[in-house]
């Protein structure tokens, strides 16, 4: 729920009215600059992704901790207003992005100039850029096992390998 403005979660007795705010400035920048690169405006609300887990991909990238509470006031505060606000675990009508210059994989760098083109090499990249799980080590190795452990469909599976040839025979 909202309360004069900001948000605050009583579930089940357990109240947590803490706050971005709450935190020194360092923080509340780097979370700040976090949703300002990472997280976009759409027309359709994002599948499968709260506030709850947004606040843990938050964590994983920065290693800063905040509440539910918190990741949804700072998420208020860059502008991002809940669907539902009575909701527990906050939806947005927004699209996660992945910043391709915090990856240090010379191959995601590498890749990003195929992100535009309508082909299934384009259509893979546009699913890595959008993948927070995409493995960082972005070795050919790593990258497989990924695409085998995810389920993905065999042409992702070969506009990978394709990709993975072109760049394997590029000089770097």
């Given at each position: 729920m909202i309360k004069n403005g900001r948000p605050y979660t009583n579930e089940n007795g357990?109240?947590?009215?803490?706050l971005i705010t709450d935190h020194g400035d360092e923080v509340k920048?780097?979370?700040?600059?976090?949703?300002?690169?990472?997280?976009?405006?759409a027309k359709k609300i994002l599948r499968g992704r709260t506030s709850y887990g947004m606040k843990h991909i938050l964590e994983h990238d920065t290693g800063i901790y905040l509440t539910n509470n918190e990741f949804k006031?700072?998420?208020?505060?860059?502008?991002?207003s809940p669907v539902n606000p009575g909701e527990l675990n906050w939806r947005y009508r927004i699209v996660l992005t992945r910043?391709?210059?915090?990856?240090?994989?010379p191959f995601f760098k590498w890749a990003e100039k195929f992100k535009s083109e309508p082909s299934p090499c384009g259509d893979f990249v546009r699913d890595m850029l959008r993948?927070?799980?995409f493995p960082k080590t972005a070795s050919h190795r790593a990258i497989s096992s990924y695409l085998w452990?995810?389920?993905?469909?065999?042409g992702?599976?070969?506009a990978f390998e394709e990709l993975w040839r072109a760049y394997a025979g590029e000089e770097h």
């Open positions: 357990w109240e947590d009215g803490g920048k780097a979370v700040d600059g976090w949703i300002g690169k990472n997280i976009r405006t006031d700072a998420m208020l505060l860059a502008g991002y910043d391709i210059n915090d990856n240090p994989s993948d927070f799980g452990q995810t389920g993905a469909c065999t992702a599976v070969d």
